[in-house]
């Protein structure tokens, strides 16, 4: 691949089963993908081993493949309340807790990595695991940080801002410079990235400081991306970097898998849907991190009121609001036959695959837009944090869908927006037609199994090449990069 740079060197390859230790943030944004790339590995009869904390791995989904799961305990910090080790588990006003006490996860990885067992061929660090970078520096083992975003956030989350010939410019200003988006990014986006370079915790040390103390330390970087997907992003961000990127495809959720469609098929949403015309329900997801105020919850009901579809929505209730004031008052009686409102799990996989389902309202998290697109659903687009702008600008110059227009400074909308962005997507044939047509080539990319699949067999090529002949020695047989 053009991202990769240099060619390895090493006359032969050993052939035997590598031996890898993935550790993701505790996100299950991160976890979940990095599951699916640990099921992939072990499929291919290498041995994984993934590492988290016990509650964390107890809500992971059944595998499909020998996995060996690694639970190390979360030390508990002032201010991170008992049982939480997510960040599901936290506001966002407890992020602070929550790296601390994951930064406190350094001392049990380091008694992991010199238990005294055969020593781990590669460690795979999550762009915010900075700690399991030095480990394994310290041990002797090479790392890769993966990175589950848009390539264009990987570059500056990992602290390409902090490059020598990239000082003169502001993060902001290369976000700009490397999205290359037809509108500016507006200005509630631009305030929200700012918490990159807030500093949190007890360490002080910011998201981007986290992110480039990880990249220092990595031998390569691998991205949840590829050029198919982001064709003039993706090779900017390996510039940025300074690394060989590698590219990891997108990380689909196997067909097989319990989170894969038709597996929860006696669901009371699933039920629901059977009872819907083909085509005619747009599917509301927002995340589950990001709950928005409850004044914009009223006014995505009265869109979704005004728009006169059909509609299905899992809705995260936001906190310290009463379950009654959540939705307008008469808001279920009225739109009672059309519309459904949980506030329950729902099985978002089996949904998308459902026939009812017309259109998907998405916040889009790198996951949630795969999964839809998996499905060749046009999107309509409500971005609320991280990466999500990112990716729903990406998905516009794709002409996939729609953003619900916002408010440039504090990024409020409101339920005309939404009515007009819903019908555009669900009602207008004319413009229907086209996001219909250009998510089913986004489809295309997506549902390339074998496409994916050769990006791991790449991606396993590119860390074989940095091993020697042997047993589970690792040492100088380094690609050299550009």
């Known amino acids: 691949m053009d991202a990769v740079a240099g060619s390895p060197p090493c006359p032969s390859r050993p052939r035997r089963p590598l031996r890898i230790v993935i550790c993701p943030w505790l996100a299950f944004g991160h976890m979940l993908p990095y599951l699916e790339l640990a099921e992939r590995l072990a499929s291919r009869g290498h041995r994984v081993s993934f590492v988290s904390t016990p509650r964390n791995l107890a809500r992971l989904p059944p595998r499909r493949h020998v996995i060996d799961l690694v639970a190390l305990s979360l030390p508990r910090v002032e201010g991170l309340p008992d049982g939480a080790e997510c960040t599901n588990d936290v506001p966002g006003d407890k992020l602070g807790p929550l790296f601390d006490a994951f930064d406190g996860l350094a001392a049990p990885f380091t008694e992991y990595l010199s238990g005294g067992g055969e020593r781990p061929d590669w460690v795979l660090a999550d762009t915010l695991t900075h700690w399991a970078s030095t480990v394994a520096s310290e041990h002797g083992v090479p790392c890769a940080m993966l990175q589950p975003s848009a390539a264009m956030i990987a570059a500056h989350g990992c602290g390409a801002s902090e490059r020598a010939e990239l000082a003169a410019a502001s993060v902001f200003e290369q976000l700009v410079a490397v999205d290359r988006r037809d509108a500016a990014m507006p200005r509630f986006e631009w305030e929200s990235m700012a918490a990159f370079s807030a500093p949190f915790g007890a360490s002080g040390m910011s998201i981007l400081r986290r992110g480039s103390l990880t990249l220092e330390r990595c031998t390569i970087a691998a991205i949840r991306s590829c050029p198919e997907w982001e064709l003039e ?64 919850v009223h006014e995505l009901a009265l869109g979704l009121e005004l728009a006169g579809t059909r509609f299905l929505w899992a ?23 059309h519309g459904l409102v949980t506030m329950g799990w729902v099985p978002q996989i089996t949904i998308l695959e459902h026939g009812a389902i017309g259109a998907f309202l998405t916040h889009c998290g790198r996951s949630s837009l795969i999964e839809g697109l998996l499905h060749g659903h046009p999107l309509i687009m409500l971005p609320i944090a991280t990466d999500q702008g990112s990716n729903a600008r990406l998905m516009e110059r794709r002409k996939v869908g729609l953003q619900v227009p916002r408010d440039e400074d504090d990024g409020s909308f409101d339920r005309h927006g939404v009515a007009s962005a819903v019908r555009a997507v669900m009602v207008d044939e004319d413009t229907r037609r086209v996001f219909v047509a250009n998510a089913v080539k986004m489809q295309e990319i997506v549902a390339d199994k074998e496409l994916h699949e050769r990006y791991i067999d790449e991606f396993v090529q590119q860390l074989r090449s940095y091993i020697t002949d042997g047993d589970s020695s690792t040492a100088s047989c380094r690609p050299t990069s550009s």
Do not use: C, I, M, N
């Not at 809705?315 to 036959?337: C, M, W, Y």
């Open 233 to 296: 992003a993706f090779p900017l961000a390996a510039k940025l970097l300074g690394k060989p990127l590698v590219p990891l495809g997108l990380l689909p959720p196997s067909p097989d898998g319990s989170r894969a469609a038709g597996v929860h098929v006696d669901d009371a949403a699933v039920r629901w849907l059977d009872a819907q015309p083909p085509k005619s329900v747009v599917y509301l997801a927002l995340g589950s991190e990001v709950p928005l105020p409850v004044k914009l």
């Open 315 to 337: 809705l995260r209730k936001p906190s310290g609001v009463d379950a009654a004031d959540v939705l307008p008052p008469g808001f279920e009686e009225r739109t009672h036959g």
